[in-house]
């Protein structure tokens, strides 16, 4: 599996600070690009591409969570010469997770930084009504549902056919998580979300605490699951920006 395959975008020579941002269930690396443009040249944004998922179209789709978290460590790996900042949303904050803890507790390179956004902490369950076996019909009410995705895909069959596969995909992904068995990561931990996410509690929020020794800390901003990509796009990259800036 290719490494090179695994990220957006070119190099940012001026760098001093890194970036890996994890998209969520059915999206693409695609939904961070914007930030490579809004982001301080002193941050190389890395939106991470899952195999399967838009240009990696003709690589087999993972649908475990172990394996995919390993695959991405070892693309992670090289580009580690810089401090690492790991973002996830959704699904992307368990893979996230997955990827710090594969870092820190078996190769030594401890992240500068997690930040975790629209997840509950990785030992309780989800509250997403929605899971790989679903019928199509369903998974398609629930993605109309929860908003995120773009009306004219849905309206497509084509394009739906070449959705869901990969969605069925990373919702098993999400089935199949396991917290890491090992010690808790030592970074601190920033939790972000929605103030109308139906999908968190702020109690499943905090409750990152319990797998890090670092310092948490948990920011609530507009909108719902997808605050990120809608009403709270602008302050969402602000705010990585000033943890990024407080390493």
């Not at 990152?208 to 602008?234: K, M, V």
Request: proline fraction near 8%; glycine fraction near 10%.
């Amino acid at each position: 599996m290719s490494v090179g395959r695994w990220f957006l975008g070119g190099t940012e020579p001026d760098a001093t600070a890194r970036l890996f941002a994890f998209p969520h269930a059915g999206g693409a690396g695609g939904v961070y690009r914007s930030w490579q443009g809004r982001m301080s040249p002193r941050v190389h944004v890395r939106p991470v591409q899952y195999p399967g998922h838009m240009g990696r179209f003709g690589e087999p789709l993972i649908t475990r969570c172990g394996p995919l978290a390993e695959a991405a460590t070892a693309a992670v790996l090289p580009e580690t010469d810089l401090p690492v900042t790991l973002f996830g949303h959704s699904m992307g904050a368990l893979v996230a997770f997955a990827v710090a803890a594969r870092l820190e507790h078996e190769h030594g390179v401890k992240p500068a930084h997690l930040i975790v956004s629209g997840a509950p902490a990785p030992h309780l369950p989800s509250r997403a009504s929605v899971n790989a076996t679903l019928p199509d019909g369903e998974l398609i009410a629930w993605l109309r549902e929860m908003g995120g995705s773009d009306p004219s895909v849905l309206a497509d069959d084509e394009l739906l056919g070449m959705l869901l596969p990969v969605l069925r995909a990373d919702l098993a992904v999400g089935d199949t998580f396991r917290p890491y068995r090992g010690a808790p990561l030592s970074c601190p931990v920033t939790v972000l979300h929605g103030n109308g996410d139906a999908l968190v509690d702020v109690a499943e929020l905090d409750a990152w605490a319990e797998h890090t020794s670092g310092r948490t800390q948990r920011f609530a901003l507009p909108g719902g699951h997808f605050y990120l990509h809608e009403e709270s796009a602008d302050a969402v990259v602000r705010r990585v920006l000033d943890v990024i800036d407080e390493q």
